[in-house]
């Protein structure tokens, strides 16, 4: 089985879906000839051709425009966002078009078939329009699916799973991970479920729940946390939207306990939603406050960055708070 990092893979899977069906199409700003800002379409135009894999203009509301378009009319669009801090132009398309066109027209027309991929997150030291994490907008919009992959092997499955849905899909992809993170990844054809979490790790004290590249902060504080005898269970959401609130219910019945984190400010983030959900369903069985360790809610700084993001240290101080409540 081959290595790949996380860019490896997501071209790998691109590059399967359009062999395999000529009507996906990759499209956004310099993905063509140059492979994009990251690489990730590399090779796809020598491969499949301008037609199908092409470069547009800088304007965010004009690709999703085009892609709503192309998909309602039987295409298969897989639509780059250079950045998705500057996925806010595409907005209105988004949850105003994308989300509501099945709806809409009682499905006589929709859009399903469309795949928004866009590079989210800090760690590269990109400043604020370079590193936000603007999923919690997108989870407001029923009519969408909002997916994160955290590893190379969960990247590849997760996208081909997205370009083939039925319903339009935001691909968040952590672009701290693209080189960063590598591992083993089957040349075949494969797909993982939308909208179900995987425990990554299994224990009795205390429910880690992350998505993206915040996974591989909770495990470093798991590391620190087990070397004093608290034993943790680690949930990857891996789709926001919808969420899987059955697997982290039941977790939380066994442990009692719940740590929420993500890159996002704090106020209006995906934790809040998480918080509220299992706070109804698991009230009696909770033996501690469920905790958030966010983002500040501040714009996103560049100079502050380690002091911005929620690092291993401030989710492993969340643990002992909460297992010494």
Wanted: net charge negative; hydrophobic share 40%.
């Amino acid at each position: 089985m081959p290595t790949m990092n996380l860019l490896q893979a997501i071209n790998h899977a691109l590059d399967i879906a359009m062999a395999e069906d000529e009507k996906v199409l990759c499209f956004g700003e310099d993905v063509g000839g140059f492979g994009g800002v990251f690489r990730a379409t590399s090779h796809l135009q020598e491969r499949y051709g301008r037609a199908r894999c092409f470069n547009t203009p800088l304007v965010e509301q004009g690709i999703v425009g085009f892609a709503n378009g192309l998909a309602a009319q039987g295409s298969v669009p897989v639509a780059e966002i250079q950045f998705a801090d500057y996925i806010f132009p595409a907005f209105d398309q988004i949850v105003n078009e994308t989300a509501k066109f099945r709806y809409r027209s009682g499905d006589l027309f929709n859009v399903g078939g469309l795949t928004i991929r866009a590079p989210y997150g800090g760690g590269i030291s990109g400043g604020h329009y370079h590193s936000q994490s603007p999923e919690a907008y997108f989870t407001h919009t029923p009519g969408l699916k909002i997916v994160v992959p955290r590893n190379p092997y969960e990247a590849k499955g997760l996208l081909l799973a997205s370009i083939r849905d039925p319903d339009p899909v935001i691909f968040f992809e952590p672009k701290r991970l693209y080189r960063a993170s590598t591992g083993e990844v089957p040349e075949e054809d494969y797909q993982l479920p939308l909208g179900e979490a995987e425990i990554t790790k299994e224990g009795s004290d205390v429910t880690l729940v992350g998505w993206g590249a915040q996974i591989e902060i909770i495990d470093r504080a798991v590391e620190l946390a087990e070397k004093e005898g608290i034993s943790c269970e680690v949930i990857d959401l891996r789709t926001l939207l919808p969420w899987d609130a059955d697997t982290v219910a039941e977790s939380l019945l066994k442990t009692g306990r719940l740590v929420v984190t993500h890159e996002a400010p704090q106020t209006g983030g995906f934790a809040g939603e998480i918080a509220a959900t299992l706070q109804e369903r698991c009230f009696l069985y909770l033996e501690s406050p469920i905790l958030r360790v966010t983002g500040l809610d501040t714009p996103f700084p560049l100079t502050l960055e380690k002091e911005y993001l929620p690092d291993h240290l401030k989710v492993f101080e969340a643990i002992r708070e909460s297992v010494n409540y």
